[in-house]
């Protein structure tokens, strides 16, 4: 998983590294965050505590199930300094704090 504005900020950072830094020329590979359902409820509800969730796998579960528990992106954290800006907490606290934003732009 990786929030919106990390990967702006990757694609950014990689269009703006030096050429003579970058050892890759087809393709990075970047990672940011790894949450379970169950991980990011219990952040929603620090923020809203009578939070509930109610998750049913479908057939997309399969598809996830078929990635990689993890990737790794050492090279890109060597060649051009990629480091996510958002951790769980922090991505949970912006999405709320935006969709706070939006509901208040619809009200008026």
Partial sequence: MMYMPDAVKATLKLMEAETN?????????????SF??????AEIKKHIPGFTILYKPDYRQEIADSWPGSIDDSVARI??????????????????????????????
């Avoid at 922090?90 to 732009?105: E, S």
């Fill in 21 to 33: 830094t970058i050892t890759i020329r087809s393709s990075y590979n970047i990672s940011a965050l």
């Fill in 36 to 41: 379970s359902p169950k991980e990011i409820a």
């Fill in 79 to 108: 060649d051009w300094g990629w480091q996510p800006e958002y951790s769980l907490e922090a991505m949970t606290q912006d999405i709320l704090v935006n969709l706070k934003r939006l509901k208040m732009q619809e009200v008026s």
